[in-house]
C-alpha cells in the first residue's frame, strides 16, 4: 500500500528533552511537509524540503528540526529549545511541481509530561 | 494572514446537500481554490481544487464565482461520515507552502 506512516502514533516526553519523530512514504514524493496542530486550531507550518538534502523554514520553525538524507524520510526533531511543544504533528507529501494535492499521514500526538 | 474566510460552524442534515462557502476576495489570478477536510484526529484529506472553473469529483463539486472572489464546496448527499472540519485554502501552483486556516466544522445530523 502506498502512502505516509508516522511514528509513533503517541509520544510522552519530559520536559527538557528532545524527540524525533518519523515520517516515511513511499509515493516517490519529491516535496514533503511537517505542520503542528493545537486543540481547534488549524494546521501550521514547520519545515517543509522540496529535494533531498534540501529544506526551508515554515511559520513556525523555532524549537525544531529537521533532515531529509533519503527522499522517503523526513524525520523532525523536536528540541528543549520548543517552548510549548505538546501538539499533534502531521507529515504529508506531494509530487513536485504538482498541482498541490498533499497527501497526510495520520499523525504523531506529543505530550509533554 | 488569512487568504480566505469560513464560517467556523455549521450543521446539515444527512442525505441533504451541505454548501460550504469560502470568500477569498484578494486572490490572485494564478492562484487556485483547494479544499480539504480534517476528521478528527486523522490526517486532513484533498477533496478538490480549481482554478476559476467549476470542477466536480467523486466526493465533491466546487463552484467558483465570475470574479473568483468566492467560492462554495458542495457536498451532494451528505453522510454522517462527512462531519469533519473542512479547510478552504488559495495557492499559487509550484507554491509549496500551503497555509491551513481554522476552516468550517461541519456536522451532519441524522
Known amino acids: 500500500d502506498g502512502g505516509i506512516t508516522q511514528s509513533p502514533k503517541y509520544l510522552f516526553r519530559k520536559e527538557g528533552q528532545n524527540v524525533t519523530l518519523s515520517c516515511e512514504q513511499n509515493l516517490n514524493h519529491d516535496a514533503m511537509y511537517w505542520y503542528r496542530q493545537d486543540p481547534g486550531q488549524g494546521l501550521r507550518l514547520i519545515y517543509y524540503?522540496?529535494?533531498?538534502?534540501?529544506?526551508q523554514k515554515g511559520d513556525i520553525a523555532e524549537g525544531y528540526s529537521v533532515s531529509r538524507e533519503k527522499k522517503e524520510s523526513f524525520p523532525l526533531t523536536v528540541t528543549s529549545a520548543q517552548k510549548n511543544p505538546t501538539a499533534f504533528y502531521l507529515c504529508a507529501s506531494s509530487q513536485a511541481y504538482s498541482t498541490g494535492e498533499l497527501f497526510f499521514g495520520e499523525g504523531s500526538r506529543l505530550t509533554v509530561l | 494572514d488569512a487568504k480566505t474566510t469560513q464560517p467556523t460552524s455549521m450543521d446539515c442534515a444527512e442525505g441533504r446537500a451541505a454548501n460550504l462557502p469560502c470568500n477569498h476576495s484578494?486572490?490572485?489570478?494564478?492562484?487556485?481554490v483547494y479544499w480539504y477536510r480534517q476528521i478528527h484526529s486523522q490526517g486532513p484529506q484533498y477533496i478538490i481544487h480549481g482554478l476559476k472553473n467549476n470542477e466536480t469529483n467523486e466526493m465533491a463539486s466546487l463552484i467558483i464565482t465570475e470574479d473568483r472572489k468566492s467560492s462554495t464546496l458542495i457536498l451532494p448527499h451528505a453522510t454522517l461520515r462527512d462531519t469533519a472540519v473542512y479547510y478552504c485554502i488559495v495557492r499559487v501552483e509550484g507554491d509549496y507552502k500551503l497555509s491551513f486556516g481554522a476552516g468550517t466544522t461541519v456536522t451532519v445530523r441524522a
Open positions: 524540503s522540496q529535494i533531498v538534502n534540501d529544506f
Open positions: 484578494t486572490i490572485s489570478g494564478n492562484e487556485y
